[in-house]
C-alpha cells in the first residue's frame, strides 16, 4: 500500500474519531453548538431560497455556497420523490439537517487533512516529518472542532492544504507557472476568512524569490498577484458584491477595536489588551507559541534558507502577530499550518534525539488536547441533550418564548429570525405556525414580521431563558411575581413561568 493510501486512512479515521461523540448522540443533541453554525447553514437556506446571503462579517460566503450545494441531493429528493417544499421541510426537520451538515464537515476535514499530509510527504519524503506535522496539528486546540462545527475553518483547511500542494510544486520547480492559481485560491481563502489575509500577502510575494528573471519582471508579477488575489476574493464574495460597503465598514470596525468582534475601546492597537491576547493563546495554544519560537530562532541560526520558505515563514509570523490581537485560537489557523509547513523544514535538520525527544512531547500535548476535546464536547452534548427532554417533558398550553438556549426550538428559531433574513422565511412560519417567540434585550419580542412588541404584550407562558440572565429578567419585572428555576444538568439554563396570558381572550 503506497504512503498516499496511508496519508489519507490516517486523516479520515482522524476526522472519523472526532465526529465520532456527535453521531453516537445522534440529532437529540446536534445543537451543541448554534453559533456560528445556524448563521451559516441559515444563509445557505436563504440562498437556495432567495439567492441573498444576509451574514457577511467574515465573510464566509464560500462556506455558505458549498452548504448550499451539498444540499443538492436532498433538494432534489424532496422535488421528484417526495414532493415536498426543500426549505419548508429543512425547517421542520433542522435537527437532521444540522446532523448531515456535521457529517458533512468531518468529510470535508478529512480529505483536507490528506491533502495537508500529502503536500508534507511530497516535499519531505519522510514518514517522522509526517507525524510530527500530524501531531502538530491534534496538538492545537481548535483542530479537532473542524470535524464536528458548522463554521468556514473547515473550509479554510481544504483550501489552504490544496495551496500548500501548489506551493509544493512551486517549491519543485521554482517556476512563475503555478502563482496565478495560488494567488487566486488564496483570494478565496480570504472571501472565506478574513484571518486568512497572510495568504494572499505571501503569495503575492513568492514571485520575488524567483531567482532567474530581473528585478523587474518579479515586481510586475508581484503586481499581478495582487490583482489575482482580488480577483479570487470577488468571485468568492460575488453572492455579497451588493454589500461591499457594509463589508468595508465591519472591516474598519474591527481594525479599530481592541477586542473580538468589534467591542473594547476604539483604538487600531492597545499594547496592554494585546499582551493580555497574547498570554491568553499561550495558555490555550502553547504549542502555537513554541512553533512560532522554533521558527524564529530557525530564522536566525539557519545560514541557508529556501527564499520560498522564508517568505512562507516570515509571512505566516507577521500574519500570526497581528491576528494575535484577539485571543481566539481560530482566528490562528492560517498561520498555524503554514507554520507547521516551516517548522517540518526546519525539523529535518535536528539531530535524532531531539526529533524523537520533539515526538514524545508532541504526543503528550496532543493527548491532552483530544482528551479534552471528547470531554468537552460529550458533555455539550449530554446538556444539549438534557435541555431538549426537558422541553419535551414540559408542553406547554400557550407559546414558548426564547430568550436563548442550544436546542432545537431556539435553534429555528434564530435561523429564521427576521433580525438576519428579514421576510425570507416567513411564509414558511406562517404555513407552520411555529409555536416559538425570541425574545430580545430582555425586554421585547421579536415577531415573524420584524416588529418588536414589548415582552407582556403578547401570550406566553413559558420562558427559556440563560440563568445568568434570569435573575436580570425578574428584577426587571418586579410586579408580575415571576421566578426562575434552574434546569438540571444543562449549560446553567432557567425557566421562568408567567400567567399573564390570562387576561388574553
Known amino acids: 500500500m503506497s504512503r ?23 440529532t437529540k443533541g446536534t445543537f451543541y453548538t448554534i453559533d456560528p453554525d445556524i448563521s451559516y447553514l441559515s444563509n445557505a437556506l436563504s440562498y437556495i431560497k432567495t439567492r441573498q446571503i444576509h451574514y457577511i462579517d467574515h465573510p464566509g460566503t464560500p462556506t455558505i455556497i458549498i452548504f448550499a450545494l451539498m444540499m443538492t441531493p436532498l433538494r432534489l429528493y424532496m422535488k421528484f420523490i417526495a414532493h415536498s417544499p426543500f426549505i419548508l421541510w429543512s425547517l ?3 435537527d437532521l439537517v444540522f446532523f448531515i451538515t456535521r457529517v458533512f464537515q468531518s468529510l470535508v476535514m478529512g480529505v483536507s487533512l490528506g491533502i495537508f499530509l500529502l503536500a508534507i510527504l511530497r516535499f519531505f519524503r519522510s514518514k517522522s516529518v509526517i507525524i510530527f506535522a500530524w501531531l502538530s496539528l491534534l496538538g492545537f ?35 512563475w507557472f503555478f502563482l496565478p492559481a495560488m494567488s487566486t485560491i488564496s483570494g478565496i481563502a480570504i472571501a472565506n476568512k478574513f484571518s486568512n489575509l497572510f495568504l ?29 488575489v482580488a480577483l479570487g476574493f470577488i468571485a468568492g464574495t460575488w453572492p455579497i458584491k451588493g ?9 474598519k470596525l474591527l481594525a479599530n477595536s481592541s477586542e473580538i468582534h468589534g467591542g473594547g475601546i476604539p483604538v487600531f492597537f492597545d499594547l496592554s489588551t494585546y499582551l493580555n491576547s497574547i498570554s491568553s493563546l499561550y ?39 497581528v491576528f494575535a490581537k484577539y485571543p481566539l485560537s481560530h482566528y490562528q489557523f492560517a498561520h498555524y499550518f503554514l507554520l507547521i509547513f516551516a517548522v517540518c523544514h526546519f525539523f529535518i535538520f535536528l539531530p535524532r534525539i531531539a526529533k524523537v525527544l520533539l515526538l514524545v512531547i508532541l504526543i503528550l500535548i496532543a493527548v491532552k488536547n483530544v482528551d479534552y476535546y471528547y ?83 403578547r401570550c406566553w407562558d413559558t420562558l427559556y431563558i440563560q ?25 446553567h439554563m432557567a425557566v421562568i413561568h408567567s400567567n399573564h396570558c390570562s387576561r388574553f381572550p
Open 283 to 321: 495558555y490555550r495554544d502553547p504549542w502555537l507559541m513554541a512553533l512560532i519560537v522554533i521558527s524564529v530562532v530557525a530564522l536566525l541560526l539557519l545560514h541557508r534558507i529556501n527564499p520560498q520558505i522564508l517568505i512562507l515563514t516570515v509571512g505566516s509570523l507577521l500574519g500570526a502577530a
Open 92 to 94: 421542520n426537520n433542522l
Open 375 to 457: 470531554r468537552y464536547i460529550s458533555t455539550m452534548i449530554r446538556q444539549t441533550q438534557n435541555l431538549e427532554n426537558y422541553v419535551a417533558n414540559h408542553p406547554t398550553k400557550f407559546p414558548t418564548l426564547w430568550e436563548w438556549g442550544r436546542s432545537k426550538d431556539f435553534a429555528l428559531l434564530w435561523a429564521t429570525s427576521p433580525a438576519w433574513h428579514g421576510k425570507t422565511f416567513l411564509s414558511e412560519k406562517i404555513i407552520t405556525n411555529s409555536p416559538y417567540l425570541e425574545m430580545t434585550n430582555l425586554k421585547n419580542i421579536l415577531l415573524p414580521e420584524g416588529k418588536e412588541v414589548t415582552v407582556f404584550s
Open 200 to 228: 494572499g500577502l505571501i503569495s503575492i510575494c513568492l514571485p520575488l524569490a524567483i531567482s532567474r528573471i530581473s528585478i523587474k519582471s518579479r515586481l510586475s508579477s508581484c503586481l499581478i498577484q495582487t490583482l489575482l
Open 4 to 26: 498516499a493510501v496511508w496519508i489519507f486512512l490516517l486523516a479520515f479515521l482522524t476526522s472519523a474519531a472526532f465526529i465520532f461523540p456527535v453521531i453516537s448522540a445522534g
Open 467 to 491: 440563568e445568568s440572565s434570569a435573575a436580570l429578567f425578574v428584577s426587571a419585572h418586579p410586579n408580575r411575581g415571576l421566578a426562575f428555576t434552574t434546569i438540571p444538568l444543562t449549560d
Open 243 to 251: 454589500s461591499y460597503p457594509q463589508l468595508l465598514n465591519w472591516v
Open 141 to 175: 486546540s481548535a483542530f479537532p472542532f473542524l470535524s464536528s462545527s458548522i463554521s468556514p475553518e473547515t473550509l479554510s483547511f481544504f483550501i489552504i492544504a490544496v495551496w500548500l500542494n501548489i506551493f509544493v510544486s512551486f517549491l519543485n520547480t521554482n517556476s
